[in-house]
Every structure is written in C-alpha cells, then in structure tokens.
C-alpha cells in the first residue's frame, strides 16, 4: 500500500500483468477487495482511491477529465506503460475517459454497469441524508444511521453509505470522504462521453439485468465510442453486480482479459 500527496491511494496485490480497479461514487478500493483478491492470483492488481473518496486527496475540483489524468499520473509514479482496467459504475466513466484521451495506455476495459451517457440526478435522497449527518451531535455510527435512514432505507445501502465515516483518535467521527467537493461536482459526475474520440480497443460492458444504467437505448453512442464492444448480463443482478454475484462477475472478468 502506499500514499502519497497528489497521488492515489492504492493497494497492490498479485504478480504479472497490470490490472486497475476502479471504484463508484461514495466507494473506495475496498469495496472492490473480493474482486482484486481472487484476480490477483493472475494479475497484478493496483485497486485506487479515486480523488475525493477513501484515503486518495481531496480537492474542490472535480471531473472525468481531472480523475483520469489522476490515474495517468499513477502509473507514471509507477512506470506502468498500459494496463488493463475494470471501472465500476463512476470508475466505469474514468475508465471510458481514460481509454478516450489514452487510447496507448488501456489494453482491455471492463466497464461494470454504466453507460458513457448523462444521466438524470438520482442520488438527492443520499446526499440530503449524508448532509443531515451532524458530525459533532451524531457522534456514532448508530447516531448517524438513524439521521440516514430518514433519506434512505434500504440498509446495505445506509451500511455501504457509512462506511465513508471514520472514527477519530479523541472520540467522534469524520468524514473520509469529501461530501461537499462530490456535492458540489455532482452534476460533473452525472456527465456522458464526449463524441470526438473513438477507442477501438476491446471493450467488455457487464450489466446487472436488474439495473437500468445500461439500457438498449444506449447502444448506438456506445458502440459509436467504443465499436469493439461486448456485453455480458448478469441474471437477478442489481447496480451492486460485482458484490452480489461475485463469481459469476470475476469468472466473466477473467475470461475477457485472458483472451
């Protein structure tokens, strides 16, 4: 593991070739550590912080274009020449990005229930439950569920929601993740694929079939960006694909990028 200013947080596990996980809004590495604990067995997995979440930086700016320059900037730091990639949900979008402006440094991608289109705000009710959060009255995890479950109700949600709490030396909580930097960026995150640039790498688009971030409406501008695309779905699979079935998710993963 390691940490530096400026520089994503990672952690590393494996041997061989590159592989680089990248996480969704209000996630972190961690979230991915099934994934890149069973991948690493074939690869060398570097699972990051994205800025503004987990222990990564935090920075008032925030954008597809900043987060994969982010990443850039990471494998420079590590010498890595091109890497394979999976992105979920938001790291989906770097990844796409990244593939976009860096053609040369992405091998394959795996872009994990997420379309390159804008998409409509959905997530107000979390941001008003997180942001009801009084860190100096809701001094416990228990405290701060009870303010977010008035917002939110579904609890591996709320659980998953916290988990961006941490508890400080002197007693209390903070925040790990800079809420007010994703707030104000929000509409940042919500944002498509611009259409100037085409990846003609190999691309693999995995679906949940009970999620509606990739829909058949979507495919002309994906195959328009990324026109050596295929798609997987997995059945009874919401958003939370990668966590809900994660056999069947890392066994897709690894027959795509041992192609």
Not at 148 to 168: M, P
Not at 222 to 245: D, G, R, S
Request: charged fraction near 25%; glycine fraction near 6%; proline fraction near 3%.
């Amino acid at each position: 593991m390691k940490i530096m200013d400026f520089n994503l947080y990672s952690n590393i596990k494996g041997e061989g070739e590159t592989l680089i996980l990248l996480h969704g809004l209000f996630g972190s590495a961690d979230n991915l550590g099934r994934i890149a604990t069973e991948l690493s067995n074939d690869f060398k997995v570097h699972a990051l912080d994205l800025r503004n979440h987990g222990q990564s930086f935090h920075s008032d700016e925030m954008d597809y274009a900043l987060m994969a320059q982010d990443v850039i900037n990471y494998m420079d730091f590590n010498t890595i020449e091109s890497a394979c990639f999976i992105g979920h949900s938001m790291g989906g979008k770097v990844a796409m990005t990244l593939a976009l402006e860096f053609p040369e440094r992405v091998r394959k991608l795996i872009v994990a229930d997420i379309s390159p289109v804008t998409y409509p705000a959905h997530h107000n009710e979390i941001f008003s439950g997180l942001l009801a959060i009084n860190l100096v009255r809701d001094k416990t995890r228990n405290a701060a569920d009870k303010v977010l479950a008035e917002y939110v109700g579904e609890k591996g949600v709320r659980q998953f929601l916290l988990k961006n709490l941490q508890t400080v030396v002197e007693g209390g909580l903070k925040w790990r993740v800079n809420l007010d930097a994703i707030y104000d960026n929000y509409k940042n995150i919500l944002q498509g694929m611009k259409d100037d640039k085409v990846y003609k790498g190999s691309v693999l688009f995995i679906a949940g079939a009970l999620s509606d971030y990739i829909k058949p409406e979507y495919k002309e501008k994906t195959l328009n960006l990324f026109p050596n695309t295929q798609m997987k779905v997995i059945p009874e699979a919401t958003h939370w694909l990668h966590a809900e079935k994660p056999r069947i998710f890392i066994g897709i993963c690894k027959r795509f990028l041992e192609k």
